[in-house]
């Protein structure tokens, strides 16, 4: 049976993990972020009409080790790591013939290299072992691999195979959906959980992407710019953060 949730703004889960339907205010705050959101998400496809992962890669298997490599770290540190890496492992095999030591040395400029090792190694093996080498294409195959969680099979499964299971949360969608009143959860998979009720599927792939390019351009995690924001009017905190700024009280 599905733990029944008592933190703050989560709703109660039914035996069957599903959200009980909500009632009174819970009922009305939601049908308001679920127009709300798509109302932000038509302004956000406006300003960055090409969401993506900024991490190159060419095929499912170095999406996933660049994911692992990002932990952590900046999507340009993994690029100019990830040319040199899979020059020298340019296989799922080489990577798991790979010595740890050495593979810590490679990769150590992104820093927890040596979980970051581990995991590729370890993962690489398992793919070798079980799946002929192939990286798989569902949420449920994916986080049974070494340092796969949710955010990192969810952006190699919208990235690399199109697929919508959920939506990466990482740490610029957890602010910003904070700050948008999205959520009011720290945990990722509660956070997961709250946007997945409230964005419409059809959005799931994208919205990790266009929220990251915002939070990188605008809405950045030390000070937000508010006045250049193009979601500022469906924003609970733009005042807050105009004033805090400003000097205004």
Not at 15 to 38: F, M, T, V, W
Not at 72 to 79: G, K, S, Y
Not at 148 to 155: P, Q
């Amino acid at each position: 049976m599905a733990e029944k949730e008592k933190d703050k703004g989560t709703r109660v889960l039914t035996p069957a993990g599903k959200p009980a339907p909500a009632s009174g205010s819970a009922a009305r705050d939601l049908e308001e972020k679920k127009a709300r959101i798509k109302k932000i998400i038509k302004i956000l496809r406006k300003e960055y009409p090409r969401p993506r992962t900024a991490l190159n890669y060419r095929t499912p298997f170095e999406l996933l080790v660049a994911t692992i490599l990002a932990a952590q770290c900046t999507d340009e540190r993994v690029n100019k790591v990830t040319p040199g890496l899979f020059q020298k492992y340019p296989t799922v095999e080489s990577f798991a013939r790979a010595r740890q030591e050495e593979l810590e040395n490679d990769i150590r400029s992104t820093g927890f290299f040596r979980n970051k090792a581990r995991s590729i190694i370890g993962l690489s093996q398992m793919l070798m072992a079980e799946l002929g080498g192939r990286v798989p294409d569902s949420m449920d195959q994916l986080v049974r691999l070494p340092g796969v969680a949710r955010k990192t099979a969810n952006i190699v499964l919208a990235s690399a195979f199109r697929k919508a299971e959920g939506i990466a949360v990482d740490t610029h969608v957890r602010r910003l959906s904070e700050r948008l009143g999205l959520s009011r959860q720290a945990d990722p998979d509660k956070i997961e959980r709250d946007l997945m009720e409230i964005v419409p599927r059809s959005d799931w792939l994208d919205f990790n992407f266009l929220l990251v390019d915002h939070g990188r351009k605008v809405c950045q995690a030390r000070k937000p710019l508010c006045p250049q924001c193009a979601v500022r009017q469906l924003c609970p905190s733009s005042e807050k953060f105009s004033r805090l700024f400003s000097g205004r009280k």
